[in-house]
């Protein structure tokens, strides 16, 4: 860091925001059903992970991907995890994430989960905690990735002078992902379209990977195959789509009928085998909420060993130890609501009025399933350039893990810090910022 | 979808040991107010042989069509999807066949653990302050096993529900129709799965054909002892060798019939036409 300082690169943090903006590096959100573009507002202190930590995590990571991966083909097809009654059925049953439409489905190469953003902190203990894991459409990799380049072009001598590993590379790893599950023809990027809150990646990320950018007109079932039309109306077989369109949008024929930005029948080519969705329907089983808390647990029934990573310390009122710890500790805790994602559904015990706190109660004990609780980890702080000089703030870390021939941790990964001072949510869709994630290479 | 019918002899009869053949055939039409086009369809309307009942036979059209797809669903049931393109105004579905019945009553289910979605309830059985009144009422008492609980429950039922057609629709949930009193065989199995599911019981809804003629008719069958049975609310009986089941799921909304996205501008009229007879030579010649 000391060295650094002597290095231009952050000087330069103005120029690096200004062409963010204008490569359009922006994602979109919905408030009171409008549309808005936000810039996503880029501090130029990278997150800087040694090589040894860097190598502790990707080990912890990629062991928990890995269980988490054999844990949805489990719940899919023969659920010995249930059977063996180490999660409850009803956590399954229950969930919203479950989708009884994916029961038996063999997805190519019986990989879910592709690409995993998982959500981690760094304690003042130096110890890191798994927050969340999105096996869904995570997003967020484009940002580091062209913060980087910018960052190159702003800065050069800044990476002449420290070694830090190409994140760039993301596109290829992707890429290789996707072929890996391809079922013969064409890999595809497939966007809701300009209106998603991150379509600035959907494109950044098809640009680098030299594949087509297609959304829901640009594809057509026919003979339980899909095809992939252009603009000259010559049809062409797809193999791969990496679907940046959630489950419930996917296909109007199998989720929701209402959906006009999905394919007919995609699910159901899908299920023959004939095309690799990336990620598989259905995640989000595994990604819930009430799920995180046996995370821990599959590692330790799928792979027989021992978390490597930690979950947050948390709580299941589900439990009936577990809630009478919730009521005691109320006010030392953070409240989740497992059907909420983004940051929304997030409350913590010490900031509620009395009449909000019983309220809160009378609920968490006639829907106990619906809620978890965690300690609140007193994270790490990182550096923020505001007004000339450095402040602290709350950060956080998604790690992307790739999921293909082999299960591989990017070596990069998106810092996302609170703008405000007393919040610990970094959510972007809350009004955060990003840093870059480097990791050295010595 | 409805389907009672009132003079069809529907006692169960122990042991069931004469086969029936039946003739069935199943139609169709939606008729659209003005040409449609790029009609991407869904149809889930062909039976299945298992224990129960052994399909001879049976014959599906569809048209118009470009192309058809057959596939298995996640419940286990056949459909076929297929998409048309060029404008159309009527879409017709057939299927015609014969059906043996009347070997067994029940059919094998896999592991119990593996049940598990059928236990759970779903927006359209979800327990109001009504369905959790009558199970109040119905569940609380007896050490009587699932199937016999589950048969208590249809008993329980009829003395407080009527058939009413029209009365409801396909959104109504059991806990709405509950607390009107009346409707058709689709409310009658909701409110029967509603019940069975807040006693524990893993059940699932059926659709299927009942001798005589009408539209489509809807079932429970209910989780005992590692198999499933057929009780047919609507009618207070268990399921006898006069059903032919078709599908079955969570709820109706597993089991449609039909479903289709298309291009245009058009109000569609749906009907639909069951004939089941039962064949009086004992069908040794189709076999």
């Given at each position: 860091m000391d060295m650094m300082e002597s290095l231009d690169l952050f000087e330069r943090t103005d120029v690096v925001n200004s062409l963010l903006a204008r490569y359009g590096v922006k994602f979109g959100i919905y408030k009171n059903n409008t549309f808005h573009e936000q810039l996503f507002p880029f501090d130029a202190i990278p997150r800087i992970l040694s090589v040894q930590e860097f190598e502790y995590l990707e080990k912890g990571l990629r062991q928990r991907v890995d269980a988490l991966n054999l844990f949805l083909w489990d719940i899919y097809n023969k659920k010995h995890i249930l059977r063996d009654k180490v999660i409850p059925e009803e956590f399954i049953y229950a969930s919203s994430g479950y989708l009884a439409q994916c029961e038996g489905i063999q997805p190519p190469k019986a990989i879910y989960s592709h690409i995993s953003g998982i959500d981690l902190v760094q304690g003042k203990d130096s110890e890191w905690y798994i927050l969340e894991d999105n096996l869904?459409?995570?997003?967020?990799?484009s940002y580091p990735m062209i913060a980087r380049e910018l960052c190159r072009r702003s800065s050069p001598r800044t990476f002449q002078a420290i070694s830090v590993a190409d994140n760039r590379a993301y596109a290829d790893l992707l890429k290789r992902t996707l072929e890996h599950v391809n079922t013969g023809g064409l890999t595809v990027v497939y966007t809701p379209g300009r209106y998603n809150a991150a379509y600035f990646e959907h494109s950044y990320l098809a640009e680098k990977m030299r594949v087509p950018l297609v959304t829901c007109s640009d594809l057509e079932v026919e003979n339980d195959r899909l095809y992939f039309k252009d603009y000259s109306g010559k049809k062409e077989q797809v193999g791969a789509v990496y679907r940046r369109v959630s489950d419930d949008f996917l296909d109007p024929m199998n989720f929701?009928?209402?959906?006009?930005i999905g394919v007919p029948h995609i699910f159901d080519v899908y299920r023959k085998g004939n095309v690799a969705l990336v990620n598989a329907p259905g995640n989000g089983v595994a990604d819930d909420k009430g799920i995180y808390y046996f995370v821990p647990k599959m590692i330790e029934y799928y792979l027989e060993q021992e978390p490597i990573l930690h979950n947050a310390p948390t709580y299941l009122p589900y439990y009936r130890q577990d809630m009478e710890y919730v009521l005691e500790h109320f006010d030392s805790l953070v409240l989740k609501d497992v059907a909420e994602a983004g940051g929304y559904g997030v409350t913590f015990g010490s900031s509620m009025t009395a009449g909000q706190k019983e309220e809160f109660l009378r609920l968490i004990k006639s829907e106990p399933r619906r809620f978890i609780a965690q300690e609140v980890i007193d994270f790490c702080d990182l550096p923020i350039l505001e007004k000339g000089g450095k402040v602290d703030r709350k950060a956080d870390l998604r790690a992307f893990v790739l999921s293909g021939e082999e299960t591989v941790v990017w070596k990069s990964g998106l810092t996302r810090f609170s703008r405000n001072p007393d919040s610990f949510i970094v959510n972007s869709s809350q009004g955060g910022g990003f840093k870059d994630t480097w990791v050295l290479n010595q | 979808m409805t389907g009672r019918l009132r003079r069809v002899r529907v006692r169960y009869r122990k042991g069931m040991d004469t086969l029936k053949t039946l003739r069935f055939r199943y139609d169709l039409k939606i008729e659209f107010s003005a040409p449609v086009t790029h009609h991407s369809f869904t149809v889930k309307c062909v039976a299945q042989s298992d224990e129960r009942q052994q399909i001879l036979r049976q014959d599906v059209r569809i048209l118009p069509k470009e192309f058809l797809s057959q596939n298995q669903d996640s419940f286990g049931n056949s459909y076929i999807f297929g998409r048309t393109d060029p404008e159309h105004d009527l879409f017709h579905v057939t299927a015609e066949g014969l059906a043996r019945t009347g070997a067994v009553e029940s059919t094998a289910a896999g592991e119990g653990y593996q049940q598990g979605m059928y236990l759970a309830q779903t927006p359209l059985t979800w327990p109001g302050p009504n369905l959790r009144h009558l199970f109040d009422v119905l569940g609380r008492y007896g050490r009587d096993d699932t199937l016999e609980r589950s048969l208590r429950f249809q008993m329980g039922l009829r003395e407080r529900f009527s058939y009413e057609k029209g009365s409801t629709g396909i959104g109504t949930t059991a806990e709405e129709a509950l607390a009107q009193g009346h409707g058709v065989c689709q409310d009658y199995s909701h409110i029967l799965l509603s019940l069975c599911r807040q006693a524990g019981i893993p059940c699932r809804y059926v659709v299927g054909m009942l001798i005589g003629e009408g539209a489509s008719h809807a079932w429970v069958e209910v989780l005992h002892q590692g198999r499933w049975y057929g009780l047919d609310p609507t009618n207070a009986v268990r399921v006898t060798d006069s059903h032919i089941k078709i599908s079955h799921g969570r709820d109706y909304n597993d089991c449609l019939i039909n479903q289709g996205v298309f291009t245009g501008s058009a109000a569609q009229k749906q009907s639909v036409s069951v004939q089941v007879y039962e064949e009086q030579e004992k069908g040794s010649d189709v076999i």
């Open positions: 869904r459409v995570p997003s967020g990799a929701r009928q209402d959906s006009l | -």
